[in-house]
Nanobody, 124 residues
Framework: VQLVESGGGLVAAGGSLRLSCAGS????????IGWFRQAPGKEHEFVSC??????????PDSDFVKGRFTISSDNDKKMVYLQMNSLKPEDTAVYYCVAPVVRVDGEFEYHGPWGQGTQVTVAS
């Protein structure tokens, strides 16, 4: 499984970014692909995932991305996107595109390895 993220950068609070994730080396349709993030000094945090086979999308039960982030995919291009709107300084983190994402006791998990990710910095 190879996933390469792009699209991060520096944005002012309230702005938008679209992260992209290019997949290769695996049967794209067989996986749930997701985004996690890691802020400085914190653990990895689940942001969203999409089941490529049926297009179902999932977000955290907590509402920190609710209504602001949208995950989507272009299966023909083997791409997954994360549209992030109304960004806040607390969204500052390295964002990772990962697969497979698994659901354990209702929680979405990824067990590594982690790639380089893409840095998102939201200035207040």
């Amino acid at each position: 499984v190879q996933l390469v993220e792009s699209g991060g950068g520096l944005v002012a609070a309230g702005g938008s970014l679209r992260l992209s994730c290019a997949g290769s080396g695996f049967n794209f349709n067989d996986y749930a692909i997701g985004w996690f993030r890691q802020a400085p000094g914190k653990e990895h945090e689940f942001v969203s995932c999409i089941s490529i086979s049926d297009g179902r999308t999932y977000y955290p039960d907590s509402d920190f991305v609710k209504g602001r982030f949208t995950i989507s995919s272009d299966n023909d291009k083997k791409m997954v996107y994360l549209q992030m709107n109304s960004l806040k300084p607390e969204d500052t983190a390295v964002y990772y595109c990962v697969a497979p994402v698994v659901r354990v006791d209702g929680e979405f998990e990824y067990h590594g390895p982690w790639g380089q990710g893409t840095q998102v910095t939201v200035a207040s």
